[in-house]
């Protein structure tokens, strides 16, 4: 075996989803901790505590204990590399969680038991199945009073689409649960509450000592195996090749808080889950665009910027370009190219994460993720390569439906305000046009959060106090046309409403949703686009 293919299969790259207090961030620390990536849990809870979660390191995270940035961690785990991104699980953060899962090969789902599948699982349920991510499903919380573990599966099973093929039980719940049946290795685990405990302190009894169970755990264990024997003979049993193609899920149980059922996961994620996979690019050949699928052990290095994040480090003003590695081997010191300005890159330092701790790269293959150190020139969708000529396609831009004017409050501040939204709007914190013909910034966002953490971020990280105020605009599109005339035309007809983001891409403005109709009416050959795919469109440009 090669060492590229080895390496390969090495890795597992996921994502962690959830709704928000479903513990996705407790749930992400406990596995960085018996895998040995850290060694004290943070509290997530503790808000005003010294020690906050290690995922979660923006300020305006640590005073509201939620997650508003992906946070990237890589761990080692019987001898195979763990590549966690942790996404934000608040709603007016879902571009960024969608653009996150086009860089994984697999997601865990954590459901809280008590409610079920909530509203923004759903969305990223949807995500994961557009794509055929596989996903791997972690019922949390067993040690509160929760819904019946069959009830669940059932809503699971509906949601999701595809079958649930349960891999631990549950048995009991809130004050009287007992632990959880692995009925991978047909043992149980017994429960014992303390988030101090490791995976090996926890007492394992074999289930085919149904007499000590028995006694032990009364009716609990007697209900347990009766609702665990029903859910088994309705589900299918585990099929790899279905899990792999997004057809069946397998079910955990398990509480986070209290380290227990996630050594299991952490196993599964392991043994289940699929190293990195192939994937499309377009390759320019004779001058015409031929599309390709890239192995991930192919020999030539590729990566694909699906994060950009400013001021990681307040002490340096940096910014990383978050690259997920597609294929080859990344080396200190190569030569590296931005396809779509053929740029030569040159990071002043390429890094691994743990969170907010960085290590420098020593090598990087197919899976993992690295940060490029740069100052400017690199955006979100880029391809990066060693001088292959490939593009990957398939970052998504959603159009806004918030907008908001910017406004100073101190005029001598305009530079640091420009390089504020400048940097932001590369990074996709927020959305940036800039109006054709003059006039205030505008910010589009998904959510109204996003204007909270963007104001709070221009203020700490960039010395800039702004207003922001609510604006007459309530969609966007981005506009193609076949020819410059006509695109001229149309800008011409439509002088004020047009504006530029962050990537030069011409907007078309709109107050209403009639305002499109229109438009498209008196200008049948113009494209009106709600989805700018980086790569994908060949949109208009500004200039």
């Not at 509203?119 to 972690?138: G, S």
Request: net charge negative.
């Amino acid at each position: 075996m090669t060492q590229a293919l080895e390496e390969v299969r090495r890795r597992r790259t996921f994502a962690i989803i959830s709704h928000p207090d479903a513990g996705k961030t407790t749930l992400t620390e406990k596995l960085l901790l018996f895998s040995g990536a850290i060694q004290i849990a943070g509290s997530v809870k503790a808000r005003k505590a010294s020690r906050h979660a290690t995922s979660d390191w923006m300020e305006i995270e640590k005073q509201r204990g939620i997650s508003v940035a992906s946070s990237v961690m890589q761990m080692l785990y019987r001898d195979h590399v763990i590549n966690l991104l942790d996404t934000p699980g608040h709603k007016d953060f879902s571009e960024d969680t969608y653009r996150v899962l086009t860089a994984v090969d697999s997601a865990l789902m954590v459901i809280d038991a008590a409610n079920g599948v909530e509203a923004q699982t759903r969305r990223l349920i949807e995500v994961c199945r557009q794509r055929n991510t596989p996903i791997i499903t972690f019922v949390n919380k067993m040690d509160r009073e929760v819904r019946d573990p069959l009830d669940i599966l059932d809503e699971v099973e509906r949601e999701l689409g595809m079958p649930c093929v349960p891999m631990t039980w549950p048995v009991g719940q809130g004050k009287t649960f007992g632990g959880i049946f692995n009925l991978r290795n047909h043992n149980m685990a017994v429960f014992e509450s303390g988030s101090e405990r490791r995976p090996q302190d926890f007492e394992t009894i074999a289930l085919t000592e149904t007499a000590v169970l028995s006694q032990r755990f009364g009716n609990d264990f007697a209900a347990a195996m009766e609702s665990m024997e029903l859910a088994t003979g309705a589900s299918p049993s585990f099929d790899r090749e279905a899990f792999l193609a997004g057809k069946q899920t397998p079910v955990f149980f398990g509480s986070g808080v209290n380290n227990f059922g996630v050594m299991e996961v952490l196993d599964a994620l392991v043994d289940l889950a699929p190293s990195p996979q192939p994937r499309k690019s377009s390759l320019l050949v004779n001058y015409e665009r031929v599309e390709k699928i890239i192995e991930p052990e192919a020999p030539h290095f590729s990566g694909v910027v699906f994060k950009v994040q400013a001021n990681m480090d307040a002490n340096h003003r940096d910014r990383i370009a978050f690259v997920r590695v597609a294929s080859g081997q990344y080396k200190p010191g190569m030569k590296l190219k931005v396809q779509r300005s053929s740029k030569e890159l040159r990071p002043t330092s390429v890094v691994t994460f743990l969170s907010q701790r960085r290590e420098a790269v020593d090598e990087a293959w197919a899976g993992d993720i690295i940060g490029f150190t740069t100052h400017g020139g690199v955006q979100l969708g880029d391809t990066i390569t060693d001088g292959v000529a490939l593009q990957y396609t398939g970052l998504p831009f959603f159009a806004p439906e918030l907008f908001m004017t910017v406004l100073l409050k101190n005029p001598l501040r305009t530079k640091q305000l420009q390089t504020g939204l400048d940097q932001l709007g590369e990074e996709g914190a927020i959305q940036v046009f800039k109006p054709e013909v003059g006039g205030a910034m505008l910010l589009g966002a998904v959510g109204q959060l996003q204007f909270e953490v963007v104001q709070h971020r221009l203020k700490s990280e960039y010395d800039c106090d702004v207003r922001l105020e609510s604006s007459s605009y309530t969609g966007a599109r981005w506009i193609t046309a076949n020819t410059p005339i006509e695109l001229r035309e149309f800008l011409n007809a439509y002088p004020q409403r047009m504006a530029t983001d962050a990537a030069n891409t011409l907007a078309y403005l709109c107050t209403s949703p009639y305002d499109v109709r229109l438009a498209q009416e008196r200008f049948p050959k113009i494209h009106f686009h709600p989805l700018r795919e980086h790569a994908g469109l060949s949109l208009g440009s500004a200039g």
